[in-house]
């Protein structure tokens, strides 16, 4: 099992930029692939961008491609979601998820690929 504890949201003018992170405790973060999700009012969850267990690998939406950017450090146990060029239709709660099982690719985006996920954390974007 893995806890997973989002940070860095806020409240940030359209074009702006803000980097999201993901701390895991519990088993060793090297083994799990680690996703990005968001969930904006009255919309369903949506995949953002995905990345594998070395980081070799990266998947993202189509909406964030350009703009969005998946890291991790596991030597910190910790992922990260580098957001530029904010809109305000990217206004949403952002969850971190994780799975240790399975293979890469971009089934990733899809939320039924993941097992642990965190508790979100809000992102606002102002016109």
């Known amino acids: 099992q893995v806890l997973l504890v989002e940070s860095g949201g806020g409240l940030v003018q359209a074009g702006g930029s803000l980097r999201l992170s993901c701390a895991a405790s519990?088993?060793?973060?090297?083994?799990?692939?680690v996703g990005w999700f968001r969930q904006a009012p009255g919309k369903e969850r949506e995949g953002v961008a995905a990345?594998?267990?070395?980081?070799?690998?990266?998947y993202y939406a189509e909406f964030v491609k350009g703009r969005f950017a998946i890291s991790r450090d596991n030597a910190k146990n910790t992922a990260y979601l580098q957001m530029n060029g904010l809109k305000p239709e990217d206004t949403a709660v952002y969850y971190c998820?994780?799975?240790?099982?399975?293979?890469?690719?971009?089934?990733?985006?899809?939320?039924?690929?993941?097992?642990?996920w965190g508790q979100g954390t809000q992102v606002t974007v102002s016109s």
């Open positions: 998820s994780a799975v240790d099982k399975g293979y890469g690719g971009p089934w990733l985006l899809r939320e039924s690929a993941f097992d642990y």
């Open positions: 519990g088993r060793t973060f090297g083994s799990f692939y």
């Open positions: 990345i594998t267990r070395s980081g070799g690998f990266t």
